[in-house]
């Protein structure tokens, strides 16, 4: 079993909670416009800077902005799963594609994939099936990681990957997604969620 890149650059960080979303096809402005966000009162931050801006304000949802190749990668500070909701993934999809991943705490872990308004693809941890309009990428890419196997964990051992780890393997391999520790770590777009 391979590792995950997005993991690796979440140690520290994001191991036991996430949300991203990564979108292709629509400019930052469209996809602003989108989600409500005014991006005039966007900040410049480091991932630190941000995180320790947003602490002192709890309940205050923020997220950044982050490019990696011909995505645009939103991650969310203090992940709520707000970017998850049916309408976001599908408004944020219309005419271009979005992949994404959701772990909150010791719940569940849950993955989307729409293109064009329409969601493809969508697992959830608790419910072990993949639905939507057509889940074959989304099953094979599942499948490959062993995220479908039914005695996959969500608590890594050495041969095996967490639900979690192995959901982030399933989206870097089937959609050539990355997100490194640099691009993280360096100032980018913050904007906070409506």
Not at 13 to 29: A, H, K, M, N, W
Not at 61 to 77: F, I, P, S
Not at 90 to 109: K, M, N, R
Request: some cysteine; hydrophobic content about 40%.
């Amino acid at each position: 079993m391979g590792t995950s890149t997005i993991h690796e650059a979440f140690k520290g960080r994001y191991e036991d909670q996430y949300c991203l979303l990564f979108v292709r096809g629509i400019s930052d402005d469209s996809l602003f416009v989108r989600l409500g966000i005014d991006s005039v009162k966007s900040s410049f931050w480091t991932l630190n800077e941000a995180l320790q801006h947003y602490a002192s304000e709890p309940g205050n949802k923020a997220l950044r902005v982050l490019h990696a190749g011909e995505w645009t990668v939103l991650l969310e500070l203090y992940p709520s799963g707000d970017l998850f909701a049916p309408e976001v993934v599908s408004a944020l999809s219309e005419a271009g594609e979005v992949v994404g991943a959701w772990h909150l705490l010791d719940s569940t872990t849950k993955v989307v994939h729409a293109e064009d308004g329409r969601v493809l693809g969508y697992f959830d941890d608790w419910l072990s099936l993949v639905k939507g309009a057509a889940p074959e990428r989304l099953v094979r890419a599942l499948g490959h990681a062993g995220v479908l196997e039914e005695d996959l964990d969500d608590e890594e051992t050495d041969e095996e990957l967490s639900v979690p780890v192995a959901v982030l393997l399933a989206i870097e391999e089937e959609f050539g997604l990355r997100v490194s520790r640099d691009s993280l770590d360096r100032s980018s777009v913050t904007v906070e969620l409506p």
